[in-house]
């Protein structure tokens, strides 16, 4: 039987082989530009993930990889366990923090690649959507920031690889690798589930996978996939379920005002991550694929197309009732990003359409163009953009406000400080006062798998409470004296970001973390 990869090379008219009218000599030379900006975008990411200050997030998952576990409140626990790999060699430092997630980037390019060739056995299509996939914005900071996006992305990308194998020979053992990813992206961040319903799509839409149904394979990959999920599946129901009912809620508790101007909204979000051709090729491509591989019954454009379609219908339906964050998606691009480059050189390649011609042409040169300027205004603040609408501002001034606030903290003499946000309580444990320095007071289910705050602490010396400015300390708290000594601000780029007040705390009369996070969820467990 010859499988469907060895039956691309035997087509008579290979539509990816001759994309661009068989300008051989001027695809090598743009094939080989592609290259070198793909090399240089890479060295740019090393260099920024070790001289870019932590992102909120990224410094809250810090304080997870200090603690691990098999779950957490927010995610599953893959990104604590990269964190901390990464950290084991590095230290405790911005690149160390993202080093597996940098590497991530590059083991996805090249499985991106093969998986390109598995399906379609054309080299010059495989470099080209390993070209488009690199100058996305969105795969610059998946190398950069490490957020459980990252692990998801690139185990979606081992689930692509895995079944490009699958169709391309055959074989059923391809199917316990397909579990694992599954699973390992589902380790990552629960949005992995949403590739489910379009490999079941995939299985029903063609012979190949039909045949299937009748087989043990696919069954013992649902068991891997079952038993990669088991430990934040336990790690749930030990919590009352906590993690699963957090990200259930989150998924629909920021309503629109406009449902029009919400999904307009993600679609921006989307044009400006994978930059706007790119995506719009993306979006394009993977319904091109979806319809090719059912009128056809074609496994390779199924594959595609039935896997990412579903998803940008999901998200953009879901974006009606719903606010979607701009990297939620972001799992969609392995499977879009070969959608858009096949699909696009198939129509190309039959169709004289010099407007389509052009912009797939220059897709990759802008999106390059694009994610350069990111990249420099995260190196270096050069755009004057207000802090607060400058993406990259987040990930700036936090040394500074964490030297300051210690600063603060041995002046007056206190042991802990205390926050009410993730997000401060992260950055101040990393620059400055250490993982077990810093408590957030409310909140504590984050914090459910930390060893409780030392209390003595409280009680031996005073400690600074750390607000967003304006806030005031709540008289709930459990001390006697309550003093604002400062307002800290942290620099972002070119222009003050955010102000903190701070407050001197004395007198504890205990209680604060008597709240057992373990079994209460965070409204419960709030002090403020």
């Known amino acids: 039987m010859v499988s469907v990869g060895e039956a691309a090379f035997r087509e008579k008219a290979n539509p990816s082989s001759q994309p661009l009218g068989g300008n051989v000599a001027g695809g090598n030379l743009a094939l080989t530009l592609g290259l070198i900006a793909v090399a240089g975008l890479l060295i740019a990411r090393f260099v920024l993930a070790a001289t870019t200050e932590l992102a909120e997030d990224e410094a809250y998952y810090w304080m997870w990889s200090r603690h691990l576990a098999a779950g957490y409140y927010d995610h599953p626990a893959m990104i604590a366990w990269w964190i901390r790999a990464g950290t084991e060699i590095f230290g405790d430092t911005a690149f160390g923090v993202r080093f597996v997630g940098l590497l991530s980037t590059v083991a996805g390019s090249y499985l991106l690649w093969r998986a390109s060739l598995a399906l379609f056995a054309d080299r010059a299509a495989a470099i080209l959507a390993l070209v488009w996939m690199n100058a996305t914005i969105l ?226 040169f802008v999106g390059v163009a694009f994610t350069l300027v990111a990249l420099l205004q995260l190196g270096t603040g050069a755009i004057p953009v207000e802090g607060k609408k400058d993406p990259t501002a987040r990930m700036k001034g936090w040394a500074t406000l964490g030297a300051d606030i210690d600063r603060l903290r041995r002046e007056h003499g206190a042991g802990l400080v205390l926050t009410d946000r993730y997000a401060i309580t992260g950055e101040l444990a990393f620059y400055g006062m250490g993982a077990d320095g810093v408590a957030q007071v409310n909140d504590r289910i984050r914090y459910a798998n930390f060893p409780p705050p030392d209390e003595a602490r409280l009680k031996d010396a005073p400690a600074l409470l750390v607000l967003k400015a304006g806030a005031q300390a709540k008289a709930s708290l459990p001390f006697d004296s309550a003093v604002q000594i400062g307002t800290v601000t942290r620099p972002g780029g070119l222009r003050p970001r955010d102000a903190y007040a701070v407050f001197l705390l004395s007198g504890y009369r205990g209680g604060l973390f008597a709240c057992n996070p373990a079994t209460k969820r965070g409204e419960t467990c709030s002090q403020m």
């Open 139 to 364: 795969s610059a900071a998946a190398g950069i920031v490490a957020t459980p996006d990252t692990p998801l992305a690139f185990f979606a990308t081992c689930v692509l690889f895995a079944l490009a194998k699958l169709v391309e020979t055959g074989r059923g053992a391809w199917w316990l690798a397909i579990g694992a990813a599954l699973g390992l992206a589902f380790m990552s961040k629960y949005t992995a589930a949403l590739m489910l319903p379009g490999l079941f799509l995939w299985m029903v839409g063609t012979r190949e996978g039909r045949r299937w149904f009748l087989r043990p394979e696919p069954y013992l990959g649902g068991v891997v996939a079952l038993v990669a999920i088991a430990p934040v599946v336990w790690w749930n129901y030990a919590h009352d379920w906590a993690s699963f009912a957090k990200q259930a809620a989150h998924g629909v508790k920021d309503k629109p005002a406009n449902a029009i101007a919400s999904i307009g909204e993600l679609l921006g979000g989307q044009a400006g991550l994978a930059t706007p051709l790119i995506f719009l090729f993306c979006l394009w491509g993977s319904f091109y694929a979806l319809a090719r591989g059912l009128r056809r019954g074609d496994a390779r454009w199924l594959l595609l197309g039935g896997i990412a379609t579903p998803m940008w219908a999901f998200f953009i339906i879901h974006a009606a009732s719903q606010k979607i964050q701009p990297n939620w998606p972001g799992l969609v691009y392995p499977f879009a990003i070969l959608a858009a480059v096949h699909g696009g050189l198939a129509v190309l390649g039959h169709r004289r359409a010099p407007v389509l011609r052009v912009a797939f042409i220059a897709a990759p």
